[in-house]
């Protein structure tokens, strides 16, 4: 009953803070918008919306490794192996710092040698400088992600997800004050993208310092472990890297394909309507994030009761919400936009009710994906997701092309 109770602590302590984090994450969105889009136009916000959701659909070049060590970590961790736990955790994130320099890299060069334009369409000559320019600030900001998210994953390893998202919560307080006196002074997009994904990121060296006080990360022989994590992460790091392909071919890259198919100030609206149901989708996820370290913990323990118990209430507890809030933003959502935007971006009503089945999906997706990768069941979901990114790629290419956005929607979802 002890070990539940203090599961039960730490789910709370995480969703608390991850809950004031991802306020003024939600509250650095709406700035966005209503400070940068009256003096950048659609067409320039549509181009740093395309750019900064390449982040997201790009996540997946950590070759799955943070996720691999979050369990790797979570074993140790309950099996009070500390010398271990300090060692995989050194050699990790060794592995990941030198992949993230690698594809820093590659991408900064790759950048370089790509026509944007025929790339991303709709962009006039006055744009396309800046862009250029833009996309080789956020390569070298996204590598500094990679980095980041994975010193998120050993702070969810070693139940200590909570302090993590009390450091994010600080760094993107101090992103909205950059973004703030960046808007005044009408920035560009590299300076944009700096004032809020650089600033947010920082946060990965501010806990890696943290875990090097605590003893947890050591320098002696750090080359050494890095070998030998090297095998188990990068074979349990390609299932997790399979499944956030499957994101991509889902959800991540949609602004990406839109940009390419129907072109940027389309794009706009479809960021505007996933910003809108973060409302929604952002306190689930809050929700369940903090379970697969508790599922972790509990699987390492053989504790199937607490497995059991935590599935069925957060299954309730997802389908009451996610139901609840998809239906408030369905009867209010075109009116929050109008006012949010000043009238500048439309979402139709139909396109709004197509996400808000999406989201009830999504929320109930999220709930077992926490389950299934606590219990380190990832191969099955790989096979699953393998089919799933054959078929989603190609066919919103063509749908989005031949149909447009709220189509492709309600084909996926039903």
């Keep these: 009953l002890g070990r539940e109770q203090e599961r039960y602590r730490i789910i709370s302590l995480s969703v608390i803070s991850s ?26 916000f549509g181009v740093w919306m395309t750019i900064t959701s390449l982040g997201a659909a790009l996540t997946f070049l950590d070759l799955g490794i943070g996720n691999a060590l979050t369990n790797r970590i979570a074993h140790s961790f309950a099996c009070g192996k500390n010398l271990k736990m300090s060692r995989q955790i050194s050699g990790g994130l ?38 250029q320019h833009s996309i080789k600030v956020f ?16 702070y969810m390893g070693i139940q200590k997800a ?3 998202n009390i450091v994010n919560a600080i760094f993107i307080l101090l992103s909205i004050i950059t973004l703030v006196i960046s808007s005044k002074l009408h920035a560009g997009l590299p300076v944009l993208i700096v004032s809020t994904l650089g600033i ?40 997790f890297f399979i499944l956030q392909l499957g994101t991509l071919a889902t959800w991540s890259g949609d602004n990406f394909i839109i940009s390419i198919t129907l072109g940027v100030t389309y794009v706009a609206v479809f960021s505007i309507t996933q910003r809108l149901f973060q409302i929604s989708t952002v306190p689930l996820t809050i929700y369940n994030i903090p379970l697969w370290a508790a599922y972790a913990d509990a699987h ?9 118990k935590t599935l069925r209430t957060s299954l309730k507890i997802v389908g009451i919400s996610s139901f609840l809030l998809a239906f408030i933003l369905v009867v209010f959502g075109s009116e929050v936009v109008n006012i949010w935007t000043e009238g500048k971006i439309q979402v139709p009503r139909t ?18 994906a926490s389950f299934l990768n606590g219990l380190n069941i990832v191969k099955q979901q790989m096979l699953a997701v393998v089919t799933l990114i054959l078929i989603a790629i190609p066919a919103k290419y063509i749908i989005v092309s031949h149909f447009g956005l709220t189509v492709m929607l309600y084909c996926f979802i039903f």
């Excluded at 998210?149 to 050993?154: D, E, F, P, T």
């Excluded at 806990?207 to 070998?227: C, D, E, M, P």
Aim: with cysteine; proline share 1%; net charge positive.
């Design 19 to 44: 809950l004031i984090s991802k306020i003024l994450s939600l509250l650095s969105l709406i700035l966005t918008v209503s400070l940068t889009l009256p003096y950048l136009g659609q067409e320039r």
């Design 94 to 131: 060794t592995l990941l710092a030198g992949l993230s320099f690698v594809i820093t890299a590659i991408c900064y060069i790759t950048s370089g040698m790509i026509d944007w334009q025929l790339v991303i369409k709709g962009i006039n000559e006055n744009v396309y400088a800046e862009l």
């Design 139 to 154: 390569v070298i900001i996204f590598g500094l992600g990679i980095y980041s998210n994975g010193v998120q994953k050993v």
């Design 162 to 164: 909570y302090i993590s």
């Design 200 to 239: 947010q990121y920082i946060s990965g060296i501010y806990l890696t310092i943290n875990l090097i006080i605590k003893r947890l990360i050591k320098f002696t022989k750090v080359n050494i472990h890095a070998k030998r994590e090297a095998p188990y992460l990068i074979l349990n790091g390609f299932f």
């Design 300 to 308: 390492a323990r053989n504790d199937t009761q607490f497995i059991k």
């Design 351 to 368: 396109f709004i009710i197509a996400y808000a089945l999406w989201s009830v999906i999504d929320a109930f997706s999220n709930t077992f």
